[in-house]
Structure formats: C-alpha cells, structure tokens
C-alpha cells in the first residue's frame, strides 16, 4: 500500500493511492487508520508533500555501506556498532519543494538513500522484533553543508539546515528493503548508485541499536544511509533520486 500525503483545493490531507487517484482518508493513518471519506481525486490534480513530518527526530546512519564486494569480504561480518546523527524535523521538505542552499555554505552535496518510517513507540527492541516497528519506507535526499562539516568538526550544522531532508513521494507500507534498487541522478547525470546487499547492518539491527540509546516515537525517521559518494549541487540542479517500488523524490536546487 502506498500512502500519500498531498494539498488539494487548499487542504492537506493523507490518502491511498489507486493507479492514478487518490482514495482520501479521514485522518492521518498512522493514528486514525485507513477509514476513506468516499472522495477519490486525480493524482495529476494534487500536489505530493512529504509524506511524514517526524513527530520529534530524524535519525541518520552514518557509513552503512561496504564499498564494495572485497571490503565486505574482508570484514568478515566484523561490521562494529552502527553510527548515526540526528537531523531535525524542520529539515523536511516534500516532492518539488526546493533545497536552499544557506548563504554560510560552498559546498553543499546531496545522498539519497532509503528512509524508514516508525510506526509505533519503540525502546530497546530486539532485532527479531524490531522490523515490527516499521510503518513503511520512503525515499530521502540527506544534505549535508561539507564545508561546514570540516569546519565545525562534527556534523550538527552541516545537518541542519531548513530542506536538509527532503522525503517522498510516498511511504510504502509493503515494501521489500532487501530488494532495494537506488539511483540518484543530477540535471540527468547518474551520480549514485545501490542497492542493499552492501550494506553493513540489516534495518532491524539499525532500529534496534538506536532503539536501545533512546525511544523512537511514530513518525521517527531513520535513515539508512547512503550507498556511494555524495554529489555536490549548485543552484539551478535538479536532483533526482529514485528507489525502485517507492518512486522519484524530485527536488530543485536554489541559493537562499
């Protein structure tokens, strides 16, 4: 199932989508279920939002992916202790909606990756359990200020800043993680590609480790992290990534 979150005659609303509509539901169905209001609208007559904005805290995984096949080799399923940094929800922004570059920054580069939408009040689950966490899967574009990074020696800033996490276009309820196809492109031009048999730890051992540091709330965030190198843009890109089964988050590049 894939659940939308869009504006429509000037009102927000959550719905399912079917084909090339939108059954609208009553409520946000992480909280009110999938009750339909009966109204169906056109897909092309809306306007997609992010499809959640996290209740209190984005979590990001931090060096998730082997580079390669030798390097997984070679560790030996010696992965360590995931690592991860926080963002916050105020660096949601949906489909279309641009990424500013802030003016204390040169170098500001973009990783799509694979985000994890929580679904229920979750501490200190154990990784059998933990997928039973999970609400579904979108697509998120992680932007980082490197500059910044460098400069301040940690990531808090350079993490931070307003459209730093755009999300979209939907959430997939079903959706396969260990069949994850991801390609992030710029005006066109492929710069990332992956998928998830490089990566380090599985999405339940991910939510467990940060499940046992503090509790993640519905509508939480994670995300997995990103398979290749980061890209920097400039404004006037337009930047693209796409995850096969979930969609495209699309987003323009402008300078503030």
């Not at 109204?39 to 805290?57: G, H, M």
């Not at 984005?58 to 096949?69: K, L, Q, R, T």
């Not at 229920?120 to 490197?146: C, L």
Request: proline letters at 6%.
């Amino acid at each position: 199932m894939k659940i939308a979150r869009f504006s429509h005659e000037g009102l927000i609303s959550f719905g399912i989508i079917d084909d090339d509509e939108i059954v609208v539901l009553k409520g946000d169905p992480m909280f009110a279920g999938y009750d339909p209001t009966g109204q169906r609208v056109a897909l092309r007559d809306v306007k997609l939002l992010a499809p959640v904005i996290p209740r209190s805290k984005i979590v990001g995984m931090a060096w998730s992916y082997f580079a390669d096949a030798a390097e997984q080799s070679a560790a030996s399923g010696l992965s360590g202790e995931p690592r991860f940094f926080l963002k916050p929800n105020t660096c949601v922004v949906g489909p279309g909606d641009p990424i500013t570059l802030p003016a204390s920054s040169d170098d500001v580069h973009v990783e799509g990756e694979l985000a994890i939408v929580i679904g229920k009040i979750t501490r200190n689950v154990s990784v059998a359990d933990a997928e039973a966490s999970i609400w579904g899967y979108t697509v998120a574009n992680d932007v980082t200020a490197r500059d910044l990074q460098e400069r301040d020696g940690h990531l808090t800033r350079a993490k931070s800043f307003d459209s730093f996490c755009p999300l979209g276009p939907v959430i997939d309820t079903e959706y396969d993680w260990t069949a994850l196809n991801l390609e992030s492109r710029i005006n066109g031009q492929v710069i990332q590609t992956g998928n998830a048999t490089l990566l380090k730890h599985t999405v339940a051992e991910m939510i467990s480790f940060v499940s046992g540091v503090f509790t993640l709330l519905p509508g939480d965030v994670i995300l997995t992290g990103a398979p290749d190198r980061s890209a920097p843009v400039v404004h006037g890109d337009a930047v693209q990534v796409d995850i096969a089964g979930i969609g495209v988050l699309a987003n323009p590049v402008r300078r503030a």
